[in-house]
């Protein structure tokens, strides 16, 4: 650009456009003489920051600790691998299996009684206990029923001490049948055994004796934490909690549940944690359900009225639950960023003064987020319900004094100006919503011609499919408004800053409807504010506001916070959220809840940096670009390999399904129906398809929709509240030979009793069957089931078809049980009801049949599959 096109900044910018339009011969309206490049060079800075600065802040671990720093009383990752590997080498642990209840078990005892031999005896008391757990609770609209559970349990007692509320510390060592679960849950199994290693060999104390529970049975339904918190001698001791678990395999881990109700646990995660990862936003995510997991947490919260911190491993979800949940994909830093964090924290927390008498302790909830891993802040939700109504008062204050300075600089009234920035909002009101709806058009058009998930395995498609668009919906708006706005009076600078305003004032007011909704997530879009409120007010202290373009430096400057960690926050749920969408069944649009998240971070990253492109004379070609980048995403999500979501290892496809035998017996004891096939349940969007240009034969392969409407629980050995839920979506595939199972379930009925009523009959039964088991009980029309030795509270809050689910780990005694159905009158010599046994082989691979079938799937695809039985009878 040469001097004679160059445009002074810090003079009146009136001026400027007319010294523009007499070199140029054209009107003024808004032709600025910076440089075609500076509107790309603002997209093209923010992007470079992100990659230099916020992905290595994102992944950083510390360096892990040898067995040579072992004197200094900290925790040793080599030690914890070493464990790890052990942990490893068992194999899988399904609940009622070799692998857990004898060898994982003796794995656990053997490692603790060599800590307990090492500890410092003069200083503390190691008590460990192996509890065998029965019980019953109701959950996911079932009865939850288990026996001979294993938990595998130590105090750990400073001499002397004289407090009886106790730290618990959780984490649990079965796994699901395919998954040796190195990651989910043998990283915290071995991180709580160098914990306690290290507490009871180091030299210093603490006030509150700890529980260290490492549960055998989570993944049943978190039957173990149930069995211990309602059973074991300890339990009612326990007054904290720090629950670890995993939804992915080799990072930081965060905390992302904290409470309830309890404001000082946020101050014990700020002093205990080396390595901050934790967010309210995750909170409440996690409380609306939308992760499709769930943790012993919830457990104790509900039933032991416990307070504390869930904490779980969360990237690389891809490995979760799948036979690639190994300890290759885990690096020796992941174990010493856990190690340095639990061992803090349970030494912070068990040194509390909060624990000496928890009851008086002031309750509420608190916001606490951490400023891309190097800083922790936390206030009190009461705080931050002031502090967001206060930020967004003044941003609406800041404007208002703004436009009052912009009217008396341009001479122009103030009723003018107030009257076009009305115009302005109503632009920024529509670049938001196109900002947001943009983003979810594209979302909606690729799931509707089948192409969902194309981000899965390359990511850096989401900035084309979501970010561009989002981008675009941000500044067209406001370029065709400046566009077609004179600037007699009022500076093109000014205009650009009426914008800036606008945005500003859209976040206020969303600021303020999301906080008086109650939500502390409320945060985001307030320190968003501030970081726009604190450049204003400088400017309108000083004579930047007034001169040009010269605000922008200030503004431009303080907005690499926000940026910074609103781009850090929301790549973080992306990176958490993205492997959970293969996992998130077929009747949800994954693309809409990526779409959706990845257009908030941009908006918040993005809202005031991308209408900075207005001071350029190019500004369309910045839109134009952002347009380009987006159509030629959407064209490789839908016609390249590069779209296609699934790859071998590293990011597949979850195939569950059945190896299931049906049996359905009539009244009199007849077989009417005796078939066999694969049940599959697909857990991602794209369902059957991306397997039918592979060498899986699915010939046959048929919706259970009918089959659903007319038989009980779809006539099928639907493995767990997961698999009810998604019964409707359900597919079978019928193969001729029957599938063999190592047993059958044995249902004896033992005895049947009229009660005195005289209404009321009494069934007794026996069942012999394996250790996960469902046994559904649906009355007919005229009849009610009035009691049943199982949980009678379940009958009160739960309508026909009955589910129990049942489980046993060591113990495999037969079950017996009794129901009984009251009819109206009293005619018990016709069918009354009906009852299926739905039994599950987790632990064996099936038939030679479905063995060979199961190696057909393409390397992209997981199978996790076992052999079923399912026997339906009338009673």
Request: hydrophobic share 40%; proline share 4%; glycine share 6%.
């Amino acid at each position: 650009m040469g001097d004679k096109d160059k445009l002074i900044l810090d003079e009146p910018v009136e001026e400027g456009v007319k010294s523009y339009s007499r070199k140029h011969s054209k009107k003024a309206k808004g032709y600025l003489q910076l440089p075609w490049y500076f509107s790309g060079g603002i997209v093209l800075f923010w992007g470079l920051l992100f990659v230099a600065v916020v992905k290595p802040l994102f992944y950083r671990l510390p360096e892990p600790l040898t067995v040579e720093d072992a004197s200094k009383g900290v925790f040793i990752a080599e030690r914890a691998q070493a464990n790890l590997y052990d942990f490893e080498a068992i194999g899988t642990k399904v609940v009622g299996s070799d692998g857990n209840e004898h060898k994982t078990v003796q794995f656990l005892l053997k490692e603790l009684n060599l800590i307990k031999a090492n500890i410092q005896e003069d200083l503390f008391d190691m008590e460990i206990d192996l509890q065998y757990a029965y019980g019953a609770y109701v959950k996911w609209n079932l009865v939850n029923m288990y026996q001979g559970i294993q938990n595998v349990v130590v105090k750990l007692t400073p001499k002397g001490s004289t407090s009886e509320n106790y730290v618990l510390v959780n984490s649990h060592f079965d796994s699901q049948p395919t998954s040796p679960s190195t990651g989910d849950d043998g990283h915290m199994v071995v991180s709580i055994l160098e914990v306690l290693r290290v507490m009871s060999s180091s030299t210093q104390s603490f006030e509150h004796p700890i529980v260290f529970l490492i549960n055998g049975s989570e993944e049943n339904s978190l039957q173990a934490s149930h069995g211990f918190i309602a059973y074991h001698k300890w339990a009612k001791n326990c007054k904290a909690v720090i629950n670890l678990d995993a939804a992915g395999s080799g990072g930081r881990e965060l905390m992302f549940q904290s409470g309830p109700n309890t404001p000082w646990l946020a101050s014990i995660y700020k002093q205990g944690a080396k390595h901050y990862f934790s967010t309210t936003m995750a909170e409440e995510i996690f409380q609306t359900g939308l992760v499709p997991s769930y943790t012993d947490f919830d457990i104790f919260v509900e039933y032991g009225n416990l307070v504390g911190l869930d904490i779980g491993q969360c990237i690389n979800g891809f490995v979760y639950h799948t036979k690639y949940d190994r300890i290759d994909v885990i690096p020796r830093a992941a174990l010493q960023n856990t190690g340095d964090n639990l061992l803090g924290l349970v030494r912070t927390l068990s040194n509390t003064t909060e624990l000496r008498n928890p009851s008086a302790n002031p309750s509420g909830n608190t916001t606490f987020f951490d400023v891309l891993g190097l800083y922790l802040v936390t206030y009190s939700a009461d705080t931050g319900v002031k502090l967001n109504y206060a930020v967004a008062a003044a941003a609406i204050i800041l404007v208002y004094v703004s436009l009052l300075r912009i009217a008396d600089t341009s001479n122009v009234s103030s009723e003018q100006i107030l009257g076009s920035f009305v115009l302005v909002l109503v632009v920024q009101v529509i670049a938001f919503v196109l900002g947001l709806a943009l983003p979810l058009l594209v979302a909606y058009g690729l799931d509707k011609y089948g192409y969902s998930l194309s981000y899965f395995a390359t990511p850096s498609l989401l900035i084309g499919l979501y970010v561009c668009p989002s981008l675009l919906g941000l500044a067209l708006p406001s370029f065709i408004y400046l566009k077609l706005k004179s600037y007699d009076k009022v500076s093109v600078a000014q205009q650009v800053q009426m914008t800036l305003h606008g945005h500003a004032a859209v976040l206020s007011i969303l600021c303020i409807g999301i906080n008086y909704y109650g939500l502390r997530t409320t945060y985001v879009i307030t320190w968003t504010l501030v970081f726009y409120v604190l450049p204003l007010a400088f400017n309108l202290l000083t004579t930047l506001h007034d001169r040009g373009f010269s605000y922008t430096a200030i503004l431009k400057i303080v907005q690499v916070a926000p940026f910074l960690y609103n781009s850090y926050l929301f790549y973080c749920f992306i990176v958490i959220l993205t492997p959970m969408m293969g996992r998130f069944g077929l009747g949800t649009n994954p693309d809409l809840i990526i779409g959706a998240l990845t257009a908030l971070g941009t908006i918040l990253s993005m809202g005031f940096l991308i209408l900075l492109i207005n001071m350029s004379r190019r500004s369309g070609f910045v839109l134009l670009t952002l347009l380009s980048v987006a159509i030629a995403a959407v064209t490789i999500a839908s016609s390249s390999d590069i779209g296609f979501p699934y790859r071998a290892k590293t990011n597949v496809q979850r195939v569950p399904y059945l190896q299931v035998r049906r049996v359905f017996y009539e009244y009199d004891g007849t077989v009417s129906k005796d078939e066999s096939g694969y049940l599959f349940s697909f857990q991602d969007r794209r369902g059957v398809s991306p397997l039918k240009d592979t060498n899986v034969d699915l010939t046959g392969l048929v919706n259970m929709t009918s089959d659903c409407a007319k038989y009980m629980m779809c006539g099928m050995p639907l493995y767990d509240h997961r698999w009810v839920e998604a019964m409707d979506d359900t597919m079978w595939l019928p193969r001729e030979n029957p599938v063999w199972t190592p047993a059958e379930p044995i249902l004896e009925l033992r005895n049947k009793t009229v009660l005195a009523d005289g209404k009321t009959i009494r069934f007794q039964f026996n069942l012999n069957c394996t250790d996960h088991t469902s046994i559904f009980i649906n009355p007919n029309e005229d009849v009610t089931v009035s009691s049943w030795s199982f949980l009678e509270e379940y009958l009160t809050t739960n309508s026909p078809p009955y589910h129990v689910y049942y489980s046993y780990g060591i113990d495999d005694t037969p079950l017996d049980f009794s129901i009984d159905l009251t009819k109206p009158d009293a005619d018990f010599n016709v069918p009354l009801f009906e009852m299926g046994i739905s039994a599950h082989y987790m632990h064996v691979d099936g038939d030679e049949e479905a063995v060979q079938f199961a190696k057909t799937f393409p390397d992209f695809a997981v199978t996790i599959q076992w052999p079923a039985i399912y026997k339906k009878y009338q009673f």
